[in-house]
């Protein structure tokens, strides 16, 4: 597996993508770094290019001071795309992943193809 690093400001994010076809970007909840999806992404290669990444504050990206807010974060999410080359990506947030996500969708709306949520809630 190869890390690569996106920036935002002056936080660096470590990302990953692995398989072919459309992307979908996996933002994982508090605390979890991008190998907490277990076989997961390894899994969804067969059918996408499978985007991973360490928020910051966890894994090998950045550990800025706090707090973190939703918007930074989909910001962060938004140049690990950036970074990868990819304009649009299916989004799929798990817990603090899905308030992140769906920041992303209202933000920037135009680079969400599709949005899936799991275990969130609309909003804090």
């Known amino acids: 597996m190869s890390v690569s690093y996106a920036q935002n400001g002056d936080v660096r994010l470590a990302y990953e993508v692995h398989g072919a076809g459309d992307s979908l970007v996996l933002v994982h909840g508090l605390g979890y770094d991008r190998l907490g999806w277990g076989p ?8 996408f290019a499978v985007v991973t990444f360490d928020n910051r504050g966890v894994g090998d990206s950045d ?3 706090g707090p ?6 989909a910001a962060d999410t938004i140049a690990v795309l950036d970074a990868a080359g990819i304009e649009t ?6 817990s603090l992943g899905g308030y992140v996500a769906e920041g992303l969708a209202l933000t920037y709306p135009e680079r969400v193809r599709r949005l899936v949520l799991g275990s969130t809630a609309p909003g804090g």
């Open 40 to 47: 997961l992404p390894e899994l969804l290669t067969e059918d």
């Open 68 to 73: 973190y807010a939703v918007t930074q974060m």
């Open 89 to 94: 990506a299916h989004v799929f947030g798990v």
């Open 63 to 65: 550990v800025p001071e």
